[in-house]
């Protein structure tokens, strides 16, 4: 079993910034990709960047320049780096990951609770 446990949302002004964590616990041989979604109220969940083992992070355009993504393995926790934050970029941010939980098994994919983040103008 595995559980992604985020922390670090809040209120803040536009402007501002704010770090997420997500935190992997549990059963875990590799952990493939993490990254973080958001949903805003009434509308779908999109990504907001995604971190392959590996590779570079890449972001949806509009966080690019604004949003860095960043990963300590040996943590098994994945951040979210919010800079010149907007009012448009309120939602519930959820991190995901995609987890082996063992060598003969393939990758699954987890979420974690959600952490809400508005930003005030």
């Known amino acids: 079993q595995v559980q992604l446990v985020e922390s670090g949302g809040g209120l803040v002004q536009a402007g501002g910034s704010l770090r997420l964590s997500c935190a992997a616990s549990?059963?875990?041989?590799?952990?493939?990709?993490m990254g973080w979604y958001r949903q805003a109220p009434g509308k779908q969940r999109e990504l907001v960047g995604l971190i392959r083992s590996g590779g570079s992070p890449n972001y949806a355009d509009s966080v690019k320049g604004r949003f860095t993504i960043s990963r300590d393995g040996a943590k098994n926790t994945v951040y979210l780096q919010m800079n010149s934050l907007k009012p448009e970029d309120t939602a519930v941010y959820y991190c995901n990951a995609l987890i082996c939980s063992s060598s003969r098994e393939a990758p699954r994919e987890y979420w974690g609770q959600g952490t809400q983040v508005t930003v005030s103008s």
């Open positions: 549990g059963t875990i041989f590799s952990i493939n990709a």
